[in-house]
């Protein structure tokens, strides 16, 4: 330990860890609260920006100020440049919490098809662990959907058999702007199980007939589900009547 750190309570990693009791402290006066954002900012070590982006995993009234410190520790990480983009990946990856943040700060320091790639590996990963809190695959989901790219369908079919109804429906939406072959079975599988809820067989069919999937092998049990606008063509693909 350096002359500097016994002055300022330790080394620069140490300190900004210290710092973090303050930065996620929901009550008392913001003011310290605050205070420990701005010093975290002026720290050019890659623990200030982990600690900095667990700001955006509370939220604290009045929403005003809420919304203005998570802004001002966005605008902070920001200025990290591509020193920052290790630490987010890695909150990404490991947090349940926050993920639209990372996500936009990512949008702002690395190339789309980067942020494609942190968004499916972050997927896989979820894929292999149960978590209970789904905000964040829906967060990921809905990121990726619209966008055309071959990583994205193998990634998100997973999640057609996930245990919250919003995860389902976000995969397939992701899944519905693709023509990926291997989906269509899952998709048709999910869309006639028993215990399939409404809204997520609706969703269903409205990603198979994007994806213009014939319902071969399922057309028994498609055709009582079937709902406006949506039809069987003469080919036996499902299709959404203008």
């Not at 402290?25 to 720290?43: F, N, V």
């Not at 999910?190 to 609706?202: G, S």
């Not at 994007?210 to 063509?233: M, N, R, T, W």
Request: include cysteine; aromatic fraction near 6%.
């Amino acid at each position: 330990m350096g002359l500097f750190d016994i002055f300022t309570g330790g080394s620069g990693p140490d300190k900004a860890l210290k710092l973090k009791p303050k930065v996620t402290q929901k009550y008392g006066d913001p003011a310290t609260r605050q205070k420990a954002i701005e010093q975290l900012g002026e720290m050019r070590i890659p623990e200030a920006v982990g600690v900095l982006l667990s700001r955006f995993t509370i939220t604290v009234d009045p929403l005003t100020t809420d919304a203005d410190e998570k802004e001002r520790t966005f605008d902070l990480i920001k200025g990290f440049g591509q020193d920052a983009v290790p630490p987010i990946v890695d909150f990404l990856r490991t947090s349940e919490q926050a993920a639209s943040w990372a996500l936009r700060l990512l949008g702002d320091l690395i190339p789309e098809d980067q942020v494609i790639a942190t968004c499916v590996s972050a997927l896989q990963h979820l894929s292999a662990y149960y978590t209970r809190n789904p905000e964040k695959k829906v967060v990921l989901l809905h990121h990726l959907t619209g966008k055309q790219d071959p990583r994205i369908p193998p990634a998100v079919m997973p999640f057609l058999e996930d245990m919250g109804d919003d995860v389902k429906i976000a995969a397939l939406k992701a899944l519905g702007t693709f023509k990926y072959e291997p989906a269509r079975e899952p998709m048709l599988k999910l869309l006639t199980a028993d215990d399939t809820a409404r809204r997520v067989q609706t969703a269903a069919l409205a990603a198979i007939a994007e994806a213009g999937f014939s319902v071969d092998g399922y057309h028994e049990k498609v055709q009582p589900l079937l709902v406006e606008p949506y039809a069987l063509g003469p080919d036996g693909r499902l299709q959404r009547r203008a």
